[in-house]
């Protein structure tokens, strides 16, 4: 059964204060792979909501938390991620984890490592549909929306732009399946036509291969659910030297500041959508000020979340007056969704504080959390444009 109440969590006491302990939080991302460029922001993020609890001295009686950092690799072969992410648990003896980031090895460290040993996941970029219906015993969050949810939305902003007829091609793991069949099945129900659905492999030196394929099958644009990093790149680089597509779809994975210089002015009007809230929103604009003193970069793609992910676990232990996952599990959705009083980043010292006097609070975060069903994220989306080398974000789904 999914989502199940830990019946540990109604015989925690909630009487005297925790002692002070030291907790530790797995930032356990892909710092090398296909997404690497994103990740620094992603783990600055995590690592200054932990800093701003700190500082608050709120937390359980007084406790500190330190970071530990994994690196997931974000590799088809799950072997680095689940062997971090053991190190983690038995060696460094994590509390609870922020990550994992590709839903390959995420699936991987939840049901080889994190549930096995009753440890709390919040991934803030996991977002293959099949982590939806996952077993997972009431430990796994994301503050990414499912891959589900973004197949509708990329579908939507294809036929708005008046787009009949694509050709898709997808990185050859859970994440890129899952994703492809999403929008796939997304741009058909609203009358699209789908010419050919292609796997990629990562790594390769040379794609002409497959871009050749896709180009025989026809389409207007190449939907590219690949990774910037690795072969997605490399699938659009051999689809401008060929002449075979000169427009592309760009599915999140896609999404980071360095793609458009690496491919250079061809990239130019090709379109997608990331997971992220309205910059205007106060969520944004608040981490968008703590991102700046900071040196992190609130606008890369999943840094919020990350930010929201790191948040919620603390929030959560201070709601269940204990560090251990399996305590304080139950508790992330009470502090993720209303009632109570909207928490937002910086905010964390005033949402630790109502806690502990016993009130509640509705954490917003910077992307505008909200986690249902299964314990993952509502869903927001920024639609991106390349415009003079530039991904730019031009509305907000």
Known sequence: ???????????????????????KLGILIGFTGPIESLTASMAAAAENAIAEVNASGLLLGGSTVSSVRGDTTCAIDTAAATAAAERMITA?????????DCSGVTSA?????????????????ATSPALSTAEDDGLFFRTAPSDAREGEVAADIMIERGVKSVAVTYTNNDYGKGLSEAIVNAFKAKGGEVTIVAAHEDGKADYSAEVGALAAAGGELLVVAGYLDQGGLGIIKAA?????????????????????????????????????ADTASPGMMALAEI?????FDVNSPYTTESYDAAA?????????????????AGKVMDVANAPGEQIFPGELAKGLQILADGGDIDYVGGSNVELVGNGESAGNYK???????????VGFR
Do not use: Y
């Open 312 to 328: 919620l676990i603390m929030l959560a232990m201070q709601a269940a007056k204990s560090s251990k996952s399996t305590d304080f």
């Open 291 to 295: 991102g700046k003193a900071n040196g």
């Open 1 to 23: 059964m999914k989502k199940l109440l830990l019946a540990s969590v109604a015989t925690v006491s909630f009487g005297a204060a925790a002692a002070a302990e030291d907790i």
């Open 92 to 100: 460094d003896k994590v509390n609870a984890i922020v990550g994992g």
């Open 383 to 393: 639609e991106i444009e390349v415009i003079d080398g530039v991904q730019t974000t």
């Open 109 to 125: 460290i939840l049901q080889n490592v994190a549930r096995p040993n009753g440890i709390v996941m919040i991934s803030p970029s």
């Open 240 to 276: 401008l030297d060929t002449g075979a597509f000169d427009k592309f779809e760009l599915p999140g994975g896609m999404i980071g500041d360095s793609l458009a210089p690496a491919v250079g002015p061809g990239l130019n009007g090709s379109f997608g959508q990331v997971a992220g």
